[in-house]
């Protein structure tokens, strides 16, 4: 069945990006001059995705505001000659049908999917964290669906490689590869945050997820886990108890736009890549090496 809705939770406070953060939503913290969870919207639309959730909180309608239509900047824009500008934002604003619900209190990425429970109807669904962005020839999102409807329908997480001193950063799946397959392993569990001499595999998970309507019965089952959130993670170790839930490899490059330091790669790496951008950054680069280095 064709996955139609994606899940973009947005209501987190950000810390790590304080003061920003205390008047600015972290996903409305452009990369360039789009702001990041533009990156995450766009990796829908083009996935296919006809409708989106934003569990949204306090502060940030700013997110809302801006996937709307600013018909007084339009005209504004297109009095002034600015005809590509005005039809920039206006495509912003009519792309894709929104929805935003409301988490009243952080209380983890498990509880911000369940809020979206009485929408999601479906039989599954996406989910997009908008502080780690990819980009890749296919979007990653595309990459999981394709997966997920290779495999009979599945829930499918995105994984990645990481180098195996590393697994202590992140959720590391555990595993077998499936028959005839080199990057889609049924999983047997994840594991958050193992230190490199027990970590299962080096396989780790930003957030990228098919998950089938199921997982909303887990996540009303577990009781609040690390840091007294309720954690998506433990809803998939409970799901893959008795269901199958699918790791699969995705290609592309991965940014964690939600650390101080891994915006500031976002930022340098989207510029190398942009050809209109490209020339400049390795200028300011080889200036900053020579002056600094
Ligand atoms: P993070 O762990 O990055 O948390 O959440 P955060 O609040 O955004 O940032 P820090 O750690 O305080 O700096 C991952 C994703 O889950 C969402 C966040 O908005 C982010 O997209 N989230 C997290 C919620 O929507 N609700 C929550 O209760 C927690």
């Given at each position: 069945?064709?996955?139609?809705?994606?899940?973009i939770?947005?209501?987190?406070?950000?810390?790590?990006?304080?003061?920003?953060?205390?008047?600015?939503?972290?996903?409305?913290?452009?990369?360039?001059?789009?702001?990041?969870?533009?990156?995450?919207?766009?990796?829908?639309?083009?996935?296919?995705?006809?409708?989106?959730?934003?569990?949204?909180?306090?502060?940030?309608?700013?997110i809302?505001?801006?996937?709307?239509?600013n018909?007084?900047?339009?005209?504004?824009?297109?009095?002034?000659?600015?005809?590509?500008?005005?039809?920039?934002?206006?495509?912003?604003?009519?792309?894709?049908?929104?929805i935003?619900v409301?988490?009243?209190?952080?209380?983890?990425?498990?509880h911000?999917?369940?809020?979206?429970?009485?929408?999601?109807?479906?039989?599954?669904?996406?989910?997009?964290?908008?502080?780690?962005?990819?980009?890749?020839?296919?979007?990653?999102?595309?990459?999981?669906?394709?997966t997920?409807?290779?495999?009979?329908g599945?829930?499918?997480?995105?994984?990645?490689?990481?180098?195996?001193?590393q697994?202590?950063?992140?959720?590391?799946?555990d595993g077998?590869?499936?028959?005839?397959s080199?990057?889609?392993?049924?999983?047997?569990k994840?594991?958050?945050?193992?230190?490199?001499?027990?970590?299962p595999?080096?396989?780790?998970?930003?957030?990228?997820?098919?998950?089938?309507?199921?997982?909303?019965?887990?996540?009303?089952?577990?009781?609040?886990?690390?840091?007294?959130?309720?954690?998506?993670?433990?809803?998939?170790?409970?799901?893959a108890?008795?269901?199958?839930?699918?790791?699969?490899?995705?290609?592309?490059?991965?940014?964690?736009?939600?650390?101080v330091?891994g915006?500031?790669?976002?930022?340098?790496?989207f510029?190398?890549?942009?050809?209109?951008?490209?020339?400049?950054?390795?200028?300011?680069c080889?200036?900053?090496?020579?002056?600094?280095?």
């Amino acid at each position: 069945m064709k996955i139609k809705k994606a899940v973009i939770p947005v209501a987190g406070k950000g810390t790590r990006f304080l003061p920003a953060t205390k008047q600015i939503p972290k996903e409305m913290i452009p990369i360039i001059n789009k702001p990041m969870i533009h990156y995450a919207v766009e990796e829908a639309i083009l996935s296919g995705i006809e409708e989106l959730v934003f569990v949204t909180s306090t502060g940030k309608t700013a997110i809302e505001d801006y996937f709307d239509r600013n018909l007084e900047l339009e005209n504004f824009l297109l009095k002034n000659g600015k005809e590509d500008y005005a039809n920039l934002i206006k495509d912003i604003g009519t792309k894709i049908e929104i929805i935003t619900v409301r988490q009243k209190e952080q209380l983890g990425l498990g509880h911000a999917i369940n809020c979206a429970k009485h929408i999601i109807k479906d039989d599954a669904f996406a989910v997009i964290l908008g502080d780690d962005l990819v980009l890749s020839e296919v979007p990653v999102t595309k990459q999981l669906m394709e997966t997920s409807q290779a495999n009979g329908g599945s829930s499918v997480i995105g994984v990645m490689e990481v180098p195996p001193s590393q697994t202590n950063k992140y959720g590391i799946i555990d595993g077998t590869l499936l028959k005839d397959s080199s990057k889609t392993y049924k999983m047997s569990k994840m594991i958050e945050k193992p230190e490199p001499e027990v970590a299962p595999t080096n396989l780790a998970t930003p957030g990228r997820y098919i998950l089938k309507q199921e997982i909303f019965e887990f996540l009303d089952k577990i009781p609040r886990g690390v840091g007294g959130e309720y954690q998506l993670t433990d809803a998939i170790n409970m799901m893959a108890e008795t269901n199958t839930v699918l790791a699969h490899v995705f290609d592309g490059d991965r940014f964690d736009t939600g650390s101080v330091n891994g915006y500031l790669n976002a930022t340098v790496q989207f510029a190398l890549r942009d050809p209109s951008l490209r020339e400049t950054m390795l200028e300011i680069c080889k200036r900053g090496i020579e002056e600094h280095g």
